[in-house]
Antibody, heavy 122, light 109 residues
Framework: QVQLQESGPGLVRPSQTLSLTCTVS??????????WSWIRQPAGKGLEWVGR???????NYNPSLKSRLTISLDTSKNQFSLKLSSVTATDTAVYYC??????????????WGQGTLVTVSS | EIVLTQSPATLSLSPGERATLSCRAS??????LVWYQQKPGQAPRLLIY???SRAIGIPARFSGSGSGTDFTLTISSLEPEDFAVYYC???????????FGQGTKVEIK
């Protein structure tokens, strides 16, 4: 069973860079899922798609975050990461990492981390 | 950017009733639409992918339909554990970004 676990600082100062890592276990990050995504959710609000990295290394970003965002893949560590620069209080949210669809002959599913709360505050 | 509009915002129903949730896209997403269920303090759980295919382990009371711009998630008979927030997400290939709807809360009447 594939498992994802987010890690990184829970508190980031305004104007600094938010850095998170997602560690994938139970499977290779290079196969099974074609892409790996970050999604965030401010307290009491809906889900916001942040961006994704394909196993090829190419990326797609939320247009509203694109100028501040970098998502990358480290296949040697079975990890992918998010860096969001120049953060403000509006970047405070629970950040989730997730796989794309894993499909077998019995159907498809995806996998999510448990989420990590990042607070932007001085 | 493709905008997804979910309706209603809140659905108040009793266990055993049928729930019908709508998701409308601002432009065609073909069938690249998924539905998630989220309960408080939990990560979202995939219910439906490709607009109408149930994910592994999802009960048959959940069904999805639609293509293009109009999609529906139906829960045929609500169980107590189905009261939650439901999100649709589009995964169209162009533009190459994804978006979520704002969610529909299914609450106990």
């Amino acid at each position: 069973q594939v498992q994802l676990q987010e890690s990184g600082p829970g508190l980031v100062r305004p104007s600094q860079t938010l850095s998170l890592t997602c560690t994938v276990s139970g499977g290779s990050i290079s196969i099974g899922s074609s892409s790996w995504s970050w999604i965030r959710q401010p307290a009491g609000k809906g889900l916001e798609w942040v961006g994704r990295v394909y196993t090829s290394g190419s990326t797609n970003y939320n247009p509203s975050l694109k100028s501040r965002l970098t998502i990358s893949l480290d296949t040697s560590k079975n990890q992918f990461s998010l860096k969001l620069s120049s953060v403000t209080a509006t970047d405070t949210a629970v950040y989730y990492c997730a796989s794309s669809l894993y499909c077998t002959n019995t159907g498809c599913q995806d996998f999510w981390g448990q989420g990590t709360l990042v607070t932007v505050s001085s | 950017e493709i905008v997804l509009t979910q309706s209603p915002a809140t659905l108040s129903l009793s266990p055993g009733e049928r729930a019908t949730l709508s998701c409308r896209a601002s432009q065609s997403v073909s069938n690249y639409l998924v539905w998630y269920q989220q309960k408080p303090g939990q990560a979202p759980r995939l219910l439906i992918y490709d607009a109408s295919s149930r994910a592994i382990g999802i009960p048959a009371r959940f069904s999805g339909s639609g293509s293009g711009t109009d999609f529906t998630l139906t829960i045929s008979s609500l169980e107590p554990e189905d009261f939650a927030v439901y999100y649709c997400q589009q995964r169209s290939h162009w533009p190459p970004s994804s978006t979520f709807g704002q969610g529909t809360k299914v609450e106990i009447k």
